[in-house]
Antibody, heavy 117, light 106 residues
Framework: QVQLQESGPGLVKPSETLSLTCIVS????????WSWIRQPPGKGLEWIGY???????NYNPSLKSRVTISVDTSNNLFSLKVTSVTAADSAVYYC???????????WGKGTTVTVSS | IQLTQSPSSLSASVGDRVTITCRAS??????LAWYQQKPGKAPRLLIY???TLQSGVPSRFSGSGSGTDFTLTISSLQPDDFATYYC?????????FGGGTKVEIK
């Protein structure tokens, strides 16, 4: 069974770049699409985007200009970068598998990122 | 595609039948999923293709609908079911979620 674990800094300064990594274990990164989702405190879920092991991506237009998702097949992980962050980017960030029918059926536990000086 | 869930919250007792609705801003056939989220935890996939139960999900959960109107029903609410429920459309990018329905103990 695939397991996912997010990691990265819990505190990022405004205008800087948020960088997170999702380590995939129990399966090959070549087996799925891989997605990032975020959830601001007390709010709902927002899909950020996905990447396939080949490197093809699809981003939410609401974040597209600031987001990059990349994959490292050698180390079985994928990553998220969000540039020029503001307080509105403070959230729990989740990584998840994304099936061919756009289901997110395996999730990491999430990592909290706070944007503050 | 915007998804509107109602109600945004509800109070119910153990054993109650609970129904949550999700309305899409345009037709999405049966490309809808439901997730359950407990405080401090990641969402858990419950139902996909509008009515197919994910493996391991209790049969008291059911889903129905197609097009623009969907429902999630819990036939007999159990203590473990108090959580927030989200619908998600699978039909178009960007993938979107409803605003959530919080099910609380009465």
């Amino acid at each position: 069974q695939v397991q996912l674990q997010e990691s990265g800094p819990g505190l990022v300064k405004p205008s800087e770049t948020l960088s997170l990594t999702c380590i995939v274990s129990g399966g090959s990164i070549s087996s799925y699409y891989w997605s990032w989702i975020r959830q601001p405190p007390g709010k709902g879920l927002e899909w950020i985007g996905y990447i396939y092991y080949s490197g093809s991506t699809n981003y939410n237009p609401s974040l597209k200009s600031r987001v990059t998702i990349s994959v490292d097949t050698s180390n079985n992980l994928f990553s998220l970068k969000v540039t020029s962050v503001t307080a509105a980017d403070s959230a729990v960030y989740y990584c998840a598998t994304l099936t061919g029918t756009n289901l997110m059926d395996v999730w990491g536990k999430g990592t909290t990122v706070t944007v503050s000086s | 595609i915007q998804l509107t869930q109602s109600p945004s919250s509800l109070s119910a007792s153990v054993g109650d039948r609970v129904t949550i609705t999700c309305r899409a801003s345009q037709g999405i056939s049966s490309y809808l999923a439901w997730y359950q989220q407990k405080p401090g935890k990641a969402p858990r996939l419950l139902i996909y293709a509008a009515s197919t139960l994910q493996s391991g999900v209790p049969s008291r959960f059911s889903g129905s609908g197609s097009g623009t109107d969907f429902t999630l029903t819990i036939s007999s609410l159990q203590p473990d079911d108090f959580a927030t429920y989200y619908c998600q459309q699978l039909n178009n990018y960007p993938l979107t979620f409803g605003g959530g329905t919080k099910v609380e103990i009465k």
